[in-house]
């Protein structure tokens, strides 16, 4: 079954604390696994994707075949970083996107 | 910067009526996408459009929806006898390229609200 969980509802820090926001997928092949945000008020976009292993904003994601994860994280939390954050997943020349349920980032002054 | 571009924001029904959702991808895009997210729970995938036609569908999109290309710009979802359940927030998307070798870009949503 091609699954997508995060576990954590809600993910509360305060700023200049580091983040972690899991992610664990279940997936028979090769897939992409990307991270979505969604700020307040404004439309879902991507953060990042496991292929360009780049940094957004200082988030960073490694993805993890042995443990199926793909956690995202952060050094150093900022107020701004408070949105919606949700895992994805495709199949690598699929046709739609898998999304875990999400997390909400608080991050607190 | 390009965006995709949803209208109405915010569609009231009755339960029984038809509904057409609009979508203007990104003008060189080739691939459409509807999502939809029921409050409170995730956000889920309906159908992936390419080359005019469905290239893939989930089991959410049954005979009471459909989507279409009517022209070079808009990409519509139809859903033609709207239920109670049918009330959520309904997003399109469009890429270049198929979703897993691209990014998708999502529009702002449509909220359908069925009285």
């Known amino acids: 079954a091609q699954r997508v969980t995060q576990p954590e509802k809600l993910l509360s820090v305060f700023k200049g604390a580091p983040v972690e926001l899991k992610c664990n997928y279940s997936?028979?092949?090769?897939?992409?696994l990307f991270w979505y945000v969604q700020y307040s008020r404004q439309r879902l976009q991507l953060l990042l994707r496991?292929?360009s292993r780049e940094s957004i904003k200082g988030f960073t994601a490694d993805l993890n075949k042995g443990e199926t994860s793909f956690h995202l994280k952060k050094p150093f939390a900022q107020e701004e970083d408070s949105a919606m954050y949700y895992c994805?997943?495709?199949?690598?020349?699929?046709?739609?996107?898998?999304f875990g349920a999400g997390t909400r980032l608080f991050v607190k002054a | 910067e390009p965006e995709v571009t949803q209208t109405p924001s915010h569609q009231v029904t009755q339960m029984g009526q038809e509904v057409i959702l609009r979508c203007v991808p990104i003008?060189?895009?080739?691939?459409f996408y509807w999502y939809r997210q029921i409050l409170g729970q995730k956000v889920e995938f309906l159908v992936s459009?390419?080359?005019?036609?469905?290239?893939?569908k989930s089991e959410i999109f049954d005979d009471q929806f459909s989507v279409e290309r009517p022209d070079g710009s808009n990409f519509t979802l139809k859903i033609r006898s709207t239920k109670l359940e049918d009330s959520a927030m309904y997003f399109c998307?469009?890429?270049?390229?198929?979703?897993?070798?691209?990014?998708?870009?999502f529009g702002a949503g449509t909220r359908l609200s069925v009285l």
């Open positions: 994805a997943l495709s199949g690598t020349g699929g046709f739609k996107t898998i």
């Open positions: 459009f390419y080359n005019n036609e469905i290239s893939e």
């Open positions: 496991h292929i």
């Open positions: 997936y028979s092949g090769s897939p992409e």
């Open positions: 003008s060189n895009h080739l691939y």
């Open positions: 998307a469009s890429s270049p390229d198929r979703a897993g070798k691209n990014i998708q870009y």
